[in-house]
């Protein structure tokens, strides 16, 4: 039985070097002062995909992206792994969105693709931290999900009954479901297979329009211009609203209930840090300082 794998991937800034320069007046998010890598946890989804498309022949593993040009590294980082192509959603329309208008985004890429049987994405984004994409997907499309999975533990051929391993608080679960089916991986997943090198020279000159676009800028020459022609796999397809039939009312800031209303910089000064030591006493006094400004309790 082979499968039809769509693959959930955020390009998101290293929240683990956060400059002054990170968030715009706006509140939204300055791409251009961090730098981007792909997502951890959807890393971990990108290998239980890999693994489902190793398990079941000639099952296929599409890479789905919203973001700016840049995010067309995603899908090169994919393809480099093992994903048979991808596609990039990007438009100014979709700039700015909450995690509502971007599972609207996402869900009408989905129904683009037509019918996976599985749509499988990360638990959580390290910069939105907030969970809701994957489900909210599920809820667009109509679709059964399994959050939190750590482990995909079969596929039933035929029946489309399938059997997952779930990370849930003090332990695991395990669940089946029908596809087709949304589900989100969380961190405690398998890492995910590196770059085959194989791949890499393969795909290594894969650029979206705006990549390309950005090279020829001020009339420098397309590097290989070529090949862009003999191998049309090195086209990375980006999709605008109107290419997958959007309604531009329910993408970006538009269709975002979500108004961040202030954003502060809070950077902690020595002062407000404390050292202590394991003993009860100094345990102790932590807890009642907590208790005592309702951090706890
Ligand atoms: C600091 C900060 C706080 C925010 N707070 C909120 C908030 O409270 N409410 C709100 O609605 N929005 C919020 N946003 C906006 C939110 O980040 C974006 O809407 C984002 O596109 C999706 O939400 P998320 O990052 O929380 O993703 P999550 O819901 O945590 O992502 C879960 C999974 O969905 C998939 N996914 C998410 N985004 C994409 C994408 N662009 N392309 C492909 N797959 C994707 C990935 O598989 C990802 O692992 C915040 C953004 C920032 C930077």
């Not at 683990?16 to 946890?41: C, H, Q, S, W, Y």
């Not at 667009?140 to 489309?160: A, M």
Request: charged share 25%.
């Amino acid at each position: 039985m082979s499968l039809k794998i769509v693959v959930l991937a955020k390009q998101v800034p290293d929240t683990r070097n956060v400059g002054k320069d990170a968030m715009k007046a706006d509140g939204t998010i300055n791409r251009a002062a961090l730098p981007a890598i792909f997502n951890p946890e959807d890393l971990h989804a990108l290998e239980q995909a890999l693994r489902l498309k190793d398990a079941h022949p000639g099952s296929t593993v599409t890479l789905l992206t919203m973001g700016p040009g840049r995010a067309a590294e995603i899908i090169r980082e994919g393809l480099y792994r093992g994903a048979d192509n991808g596609y990039l959603l990007t438009d100014r329309a979709f700039a700015g969105a909450d995690t509502l208008a971007t599972s609207y985004a996402l869900a009408t890429a989905i129904r683009k693709i037509g019918k996976p049987d599985i749509i499988i994405g990360g638990r959580q984004a390290i910069d939105g931290d907030t969970a809701q994409v994957g489900p909210q997907v599920a809820e667009k499309l109509g679709l059964t999900q399994i959050t939190y999975t750590e482990e995909i533990l079969n596929v039933e051929e035929g029946t489309g009954r399938i059997v997952a391993k779930r990370h849930i608080d003090g332990g695991v679960e395990t669940v089946e479901g029908k596809l087709p089916i949304v589900i989100t991986v969380n961190g405690s997943a398998a890492p995910c297979r590196p770059r085959n090198a194989k791949l890499v020279q393969k795909y290594k000159r894969a650029l979206g329009a705006q990549e390309k676009a950005a090279i020829t800028k001020e009339g420098a020459a397309l590097p290989y211009a070529g090949l862009y022609d003999e191998r049309p796999y090195l086209n990375i397809a980006e999709w605008s609203v109107a290419d997958v039939d959007g309604d531009v009312k329910q993408c970006g800031l538009s269709g975002s209930p979500t108004k961040v209303k202030a954003i502060e910089n809070i950077s902690f000064q020595a002062k407000e840090s404390r050292t202590l030591t394991g003993s009860d006493a100094d345990v102790e006094s932590l807890i009642v300082e907590l208790l005592a400004n309702h951090t706890i309790g």
